[in-house]
Structure formats: C-alpha cells, structure tokens
C-alpha cells in the first residue's frame, strides 16, 4: 500500500533554532496535513494543505504542498521547549478505497534544550 | 466541550484473549476512526464509521472489528490476540461523513499481549 517516508526520524536542537521536516510519497495526494503528537496525547492537526505549491503558515509553523503532490515539508521557526514531540505528516485522498483513510509518516521525534 | 474520550486507558491481555476498546467522539461528529500506532511506527489506519455503518476498513485481518452505536459512540473489537496487537489504539471523529481529513484524537488505549 502506500507508505510516507518522513525525515529526519529525531532531531536534537537548541531553543531558539529553526527546525525542517519532510515527507515523500511513491504516490500523488490530494491533501497533506502535519499532526503533533504530545507525550500520552492523541495527535493534534497543526496545518491542513489542499492545493499543490500552497504555502501555509500557523504561528511558528509554515508547511508547503509539494509541486509534484508526492512531498511536503514542515518548517518551525524559533523553537521553545513546548514544540517538544513527534510530528507527523499524513497524505489523503477523498474517494475509491482510500475514502476516510489518512496514511501517516513515521513521524520526526523533535527534543529542545533550553 | 470534551473531546473524544477513550477507554480503558491501559488493557492487558494474554495471547488468545479478546480486547474490547471503547471511543466516544466529540458531541455532534457522526465520525469515528481508528487507528493502530505501533512503537515506532506512524498510525495505520484500521476502521471508519458513520452513521452506524462501517464505511472502510485499512489492511487488518478480519479479527480486529467494531460497531458504532446510535449515539455515535464505537468499540473496537480484537480477537483471538496476538503479541503484535500491541499498540496504542487511537479513537479519532470528525464531523461530516465524506472522510473528513480534520480528525480528533483521543489520548488512546495502551494495549499490551503478554
């Protein structure tokens, strides 16, 4: 089936830092998201992505929609201890048998020192 | 407003046993997903559910099944376990039936086979 490959698996940065993130696909998605998942925490949506080269930011967080729909990347800029966590990337797309099926990234386990 | 809940929070099994895994979404989501995440690994999609009706499942074998309630609410069952079904199953609801990529997350049920 399909599979994310996200990178780095861990990062260890100093507070104050930027941080990047991706994820590759062998296949197109319609949509890409970034989720953050806390310690004993269910993932979080950071950002949601749905047309190709669309640049979004929340706060601190930019993320992009790869040209070729097979990637996107995370960026954090200014790190503090709170983005401590796994961040994940998930592709979708609506209809077929992928109907309601998000397909997750391994995930990027991020540590900040302060 | 309270967010999607899950229970138990922690469940121990032996091999061969059966786990039942409760999740109540967020009031007003007619949605729920769940997700498998194994150490290590990103979440695998497992189930959907809407309107009482399973409307997808992911590459599981036929022994992990559920039902969703009138009320919305869901349990997943896992039959005949299996040391590999240990894993963080995570609830997740939405709030349209067209699977609706902005999902929320419960905290999970920490499963353990011995």
């Known amino acids: 089936g399909q599979q994310l490959n996200q990178s780095p698996q861990s990062m260890f940065i100093q507070e104050g830092e930027d941080v990047s993130m991706n994820c590759t696909s062998s296949?197109?998605?319609?949509?890409w998201l970034w989720y953050k998942q806390d310690p004993g925490e269910g993932p979080v949506l950071l950002i949601a992505?749905?047309?190709?080269?669309e640049l979004t930011s929340n706060g601190r967080l930019t993320a992009q929609f790869g040209i070729t729909r097979k990637d996107s990347f995370l960026n954090i800029s200014a790190s503090i201890p709170s983005d401590v966590g796994i961040y994940f990337c998930?592709?979708?797309?609506?209809?077929?048998?992928?109907?309601?099926?998000?397909?997750f990234g391994q995930g990027t386990i991020l540590t900040v020192h302060p | 407003e309270a967010g999607v809940t899950q229970s138990p929070t922690h469940l121990i099994k032996t091999r061969g046993q059966q786990a039942t895994l409760r999740c109540s979404p967020i009031?007003?989501?007619?949605?729920v997903y769940w997700y498998q995440q194994a150490l290590g690994l990103g979440l695998q999609f497992l189930l959907w559910?809407?309107?009482?009706?399973?409307?997808n499942r992911g590459n599981f074998p036929p022994r992990f099944s559920g039902r969703q309630f009138p009320n919305y609410s869901s349990e997943l069952n896992v039959n005949a376990l299996e040391l590999e079904d240990s894993a963080l199953y995570l609830c997740?609801?939405?709030?349209?039936?067209?699977?609706?990529?902005?999902?929320?997350f419960g905290s999970g049920t920490q499963l353990s086979v011995l």
């Open positions: 997740a609801s939405s709030l349209t039936g067209t699977g609706d990529e902005k999902l929320f």
């Open positions: 296949s197109i998605f319609n949509t």
């Open positions: 992505l749905y047309k190709a080269g």
């Open positions: 998930a592709g979708y797309n609506a209809g077929g048998t992928s109907y309601g099926k998000l397909t």
């Open positions: 009031s007003g989501h007619t949605s």
């Open positions: 559910y809407d309107e009482g009706e399973e409307r």
